[in-house]
């Protein structure tokens, strides 16, 4: 069975552009969360969606947005792109939203911003 | 929120058992812990989970005492492909959302 998959992998963006980074979970899974880990440090929580709504935000702007489509897969859209949004963007996803459910998470999309 | 502690970094030797403990003082009557392995630029996978006493599975084993305050995972005769970033979560209700995942514990394995 596939897991998580992302894209794209890699992406080069400038101050000020908009990015759209994507996600499909793993088959069966209703629930899709993204994180963003910088270099050096651990994943951080930005959205949690479950059955196509937001159950959960993390402490980032609304520059951060995202959705999920009615095949479970998501977009995560980062608009005025600063320097400090460079990192590894993580999408996870798990079967349900209960609270002991494991999250799976897919390779992740590296944005660098210049 | 549960606060996790971790050591920053261990080294050991191939083939030796590896033990990592977490603390979590603060942990809640229905909280979980998690552990997962990172490696650079990949996206964390998971390790194992247990909510009291001991859990194993093919890759690791999970020890939390009585009180649950600490957790101890132990890798067993670890190798090269060790090497990794190990996080400890402690989540309850809430889920994912209110985890902080740390700095986790760099795992240096030396030939």
């Known amino acids: 069975d596939a897991g998580v998959t992302q894209s794209p992998t890699h992406l080069i963006k400038t101050r000020g552009q908009h990015v759209t980074l994507r996600c499909s979970p793993i088959?069966?899974?209703?629930?899709v969360s993204w994180y963003q880990q910088v270099l050096g440090q651990g994943p951080q929580f930005i959205f949690q969606y479950y059955e196509k709504e937001e159950r959960g935000r993390g402490n980032f702007p609304d520059r951060f947005s995202a959705r999920q489509f009615p095949n479970y897969s998501s977009e995560l859209n980062v608009n005025a792109l600063l320097l400090g949004d460079s990192a590894l963007y993580l999408c996870?996803?798990?079967?349900?939203?209960?609270?002991?459910?494991?999250?799976?998470f897919g390779p992740g999309t590296r944005l660098l911003v210049l | 929120l549960a606060k996790t502690t971790q050591p920053i970094s261990m080294d050991s030797y191939e083939g030796q058992e590896v033990n990592i403990t977490c603390s979590h003082n603060n942990i809640a009557t229905n909280d979980y812990i998690t552990w997962y392995q990172q490696f650079p630029s990949q996206g964390p996978r998971f390790i194992i989970q247990?909510?009291?006493t001991k859990v194993t599975n093919e890759v690791a084993s999970l020890f939390i005492p009585a009180d649950r305050k600490s957790s101890t995972l132990s890798l067993p005769r670890v190798s090269l492909s060790d090497t990794a970033v190990y996080y400890c979560?402690?989540?309850?209700?809430?889920?994912?959302?209110?985890?902080?995942f740390g700095t986790g514990t760099k795992l240096q394995v030396i030939p």
């Open positions: 088959s069966g899974h209703k629930s």
């Open positions: 979560l402690v989540r309850g209700s809430g889920g994912y959302q209110k985890v902080t």
């Open positions: 247990g909510y009291k």
């Open positions: 996870a996803s798990s079967l349900r939203l209960a609270d002991q459910e494991t999250q799976y």
